[in-house]
């Protein structure tokens, strides 16, 4: 299957279940036939070829069922998702959305094609599932719009909050797929990753408050051999910021939007990057990061070039943690009281190679916020390591703060999202 066929499979298959339209039925409430397809009812009448178009119908959707019940509205909301998931298939749709459908209901992992055609909702033979894969097409950009188009996890403040992170498709046994990358795999014991051919996607979601790790994923694209990650996230979060934009979900005066990430990704760059968007990214840093403040005024009368770097802040070296400006206390759910402590004005040392070897003129001075989170000791535990974020934001309040990091902790509830669709056999190998 070609390439974009094989990544709007993934992402059909991945999006659908979405938890921030109906978080308790899969595909209730099915009962009328369009197109030859099981689907809701629909009342949107703006039905057009263009992605742009898919905005505007979903938001008609909800603003229908703005006077029904919560469950009621739910449902509808769902209806016209999967309606505009259908009208993004342009080959053998009937089919490839009955797959989706089986995919979804499926008793167990799945681990063959063949038996996605006993699942309840597939009608056809087992037949129908290769002819599918292997002459379907998916409209990916009005998929992306559908997808971006549903309700977002609602937070008390009103602000959105999105993680990125990388999700490997792993193919050892798939010798014939073509463009295969090795992917690291973290083991159990210290040292004992390994690393096994498959894809690499970079998936970014929408994080939600409360005791629940239900994510709504947003985007996946997959990475490529000679891709650079960082401009690769770049655009996928300029892309998804557009959408949220255009469905509504992002006015002019909100609230910047979050964006947390984990330590692999170079926060500093992606900072530069996204400059100009109203976007707040905010990454976990390694313990061997030195950062640096703003430097003291040059003396009258001095010779020479002002000084760009002020004194250094190392992370490994707790005699350069003075003079933060702000210290105090906030609680973490697992670990209970945290020590909290951040510094305004920090930036890194930046030297013309590697990601800056061809940026015109001087290498900038891109500032921020460092943030530094210390567990309390518990009984009967080993005193934890400080753990050091960065955030491409100065002048931060302290409540600033503590969306910050607050929202970083949250970060974990993408990876329990792909913890659940490995366990449900979403990205299994069935070549």
Same mark, same amino acid.
């Given at each position: $299957? ?13 999006? +659908? ?5 109906? @978080? ?77 459908? %089986?995919? /979804? ?22 037949? *129908?599932?290769?002819? %599918? /894969? ?28 999105? *993680? ?55 985007? *996946? ?15 996928? /979060? ?5 959408? +949220? ?29 996204? !400059? ?18 703003? @430097? ?19 992370? !490994? ?28 004005? $920090? ?37 934890? %390591?400080? $753990? ?7 002048? %931060? ?16 509830? /993408? ?17």
């Amino acid at each position: $299957m070609a390439y974009t066929e094989e990544l709007g499979n993934y992402s059909l298959r991945f999006n +659908l279940r979405c938890p921030s339209v109906c @978080p308790y039925a899969r595909l209730s409430g099915v009962s009328l036939t369009a197109g030859g397809h099981r689907m809701p009812s629909c009342e949107s009448n703006t039905v057009t070829v263009e992605a742009v178009a898919v905005a505007p119908s979903m938001t008609q959707i909800g603003n229908y069922g703005e006077d029904l019940p919560e469950a009621g509205r739910a449902r509808r909301l769902l209806a016209g998702f999967r309606s505009q998931v259908y009208r993004s298939l342009t080959g053998r749709a009937d089919e490839l959305f009955e797959l989706a459908d %089986a995919v /979804l209901c499926a008793d167990g992992p799945v681990r063959d094609l063949a038996g996605l055609s006993l699942a309840a909702g597939h009608r056809r033979g087992h037949g *129908a599932v290769y002819d %599918a /894969l292997n002459a379907g097409g998916v409209d990916i950009g009005r998929l992306r719009w559908a997808v971006g188009c549903v309700p977002l996890p609602a937070w008390p403040d009103g602000r959105i909050r999105l *993680a990125v992170d990388v999700c490997n498709w792993l193919r050892p046994e798939a010798a014939t797929s073509a463009e295969r990358m090795f992917c690291h795999v973290h083991g159990r014991g210290r040292n004992a990753g390994q690393m096994i051919p498959g894809w690499p996607y970079s998936v970014v979601a929408a994080l939600g408050p409360g005791a629940t790790s239900w994510t709504a994923p947003l985007d *996946a694209v997959r990475l490529g051999r000679d891709d650079d990650p960082a401009e690769v996230t770049a655009a996928q /979060l300029r892309e998804v910021t557009r959408r +949220l934009a255009a469905a509504g979900h992002w006015r002019e005066g909100d609230p910047d939007i979050i964006v947390v990430m984990d330590a692999g990704y170079d926060v500093i760059r992606l900072a530069w990057l996204l !400059a100009d968007l109203p976007v707040v990214v905010c990454a976990r840093l390694r313990s061997n990061r030195v950062f640096y403040r703003p @430097p003291a005024p040059k003396p009258p009368g001095m010779p020479g070039h002002p000084r760009q770097h002020g004194t250094p802040l190392r992370c !490994a070296g707790q005699e350069t943690w003075t003079g933060p400006a702000l210290a105090g206390d906030g609680r973490a759910g697992r670990h209970g009281t945290v020590a909290v402590a951040a510094w305004d004005q $920090m930036h890194p040392k930046l030297c013309k190679d590697s990601a800056w070897e061809h940026h015109p003129g001087k290498v900038p001075i891109i500032e921020g916020t460092l943030i530094q989170l210390r567990p309390a000791p518990l009984p009967g535990h080993r005193e934890l %390591a400080p $753990m050091w974020l960065w955030a491409s934001v100065t002048g %931060a309040a302290e409540q600033e703060i503590t969306t910050l990091w607050q929202a970083y902790l949250r970060r974990f509830d /993408l990876e329990h999202t792909f913890l659940l669709q490995g366990s449900v056999g979403l990205l299994c190998d069935v070549a």
